[in-house]
């Protein structure tokens, strides 16, 4: 972390994919923004990587309100002063990226890598999106199967547990 008066810049590293996060705390309309750029597949990971869009990642950045750009599976996300109420505001927005980013690499790897439709995967990846704004955590632990390639359906559960949803079917949000 390196602080430049009302700008901080952080680094943070999942083995070979940095995120770097630039926040200008000056007030909103005094230029105050938040800046991140996150390298989500390494060049070794290219052939293997189950989902290159990072789909699951941008829908949490935009449920956040922050404007996304992806290129060569680079992410660009922003949460503009233009955006921003206060002060409080842009502290929350940082709150709640701070809360996001040990959930970034997992994110990706684990909504493309579900053997469901790719339709699914994005519906998946917002209802996820949504968990995350509502409780600041995503608990796929305990909505993952034990393989990691299915999730519990939202169903009511049987006598052998919630069913899986299955591969080709839709996924259903919870009510």
């Given at each position: 972390m390196f602080c430049y008066?009302?700008?901080v810049h952080y680094y943070v590293s999942f083995r070979n994919h940095p995120v770097f996060?630039?926040?200008?705390?000056?007030?909103?309309?005094?230029?105050?923004?938040?800046?991140?750029?996150?390298?989500?597949?390494?060049?070794?990971?290219?052939?293997?990587h189950p989902g290159l869009e990072l789909d699951a990642v941008q829908a949490c950045f935009k449920r956040l309100d922050f404007a996304v750009a992806v290129e060569n599976t680079r992410i660009h996300a922003?949460?503009?002063?233009?955006?921003a109420r206060d002060l409080a505001d842009l502290c929350e927005k940082a709150e709640a990226l701070f809360r996001l980013v040990p959930y970034l690499m997992d994110l990706d790897w684990i909504v493309g890598g579900l053997e469901v439709?790719?339709?699914?995967?994005?519906?998946?990846?917002?209802a996820w999106a949504d968990l995350f704004a509502r409780w600041g955590a995503l608990p796929y632990a305990r909505v993952m199967t034990q393989d990691r390639l299915?999730?519990?359906?939202p169903a009511s559960r049987g006598p052998r547990g919630p069913p899986r949803c299955g591969g080709q079917g839709a996924f259903r949000t919870p009510t």
């Amino acid at each position: 972390m390196f602080c430049y008066g009302n700008e901080v810049h952080y680094y943070v590293s999942f083995r070979n994919h940095p995120v770097f996060i630039r926040i200008d705390y000056a007030p909103p309309l005094g230029g105050g923004m938040i800046d991140l750029a996150y390298y989500g597949v390494s060049k070794y990971e290219l052939d293997s990587h189950p989902g290159l869009e990072l789909d699951a990642v941008q829908a949490c950045f935009k449920r956040l309100d922050f404007a996304v750009a992806v290129e060569n599976t680079r992410i660009h996300a922003r949460y503009d002063k233009e955006q921003a109420r206060d002060l409080a505001d842009l502290c929350e927005k940082a709150e709640a990226l701070f809360r996001l980013v040990p959930y970034l690499m997992d994110l990706d790897w684990i909504v493309g890598g579900l053997e469901v439709s790719p339709d699914a995967r994005r519906d998946v990846g917002r209802a996820w999106a949504d968990l995350f704004a509502r409780w600041g955590a995503l608990p796929y632990a305990r909505v993952m199967t034990q393989d990691r390639l299915g999730i519990w359906s939202p169903a009511s559960r049987g006598p052998r547990g919630p069913p899986r949803c299955g591969g080709q079917g839709a996924f259903r949000t919870p009510t």
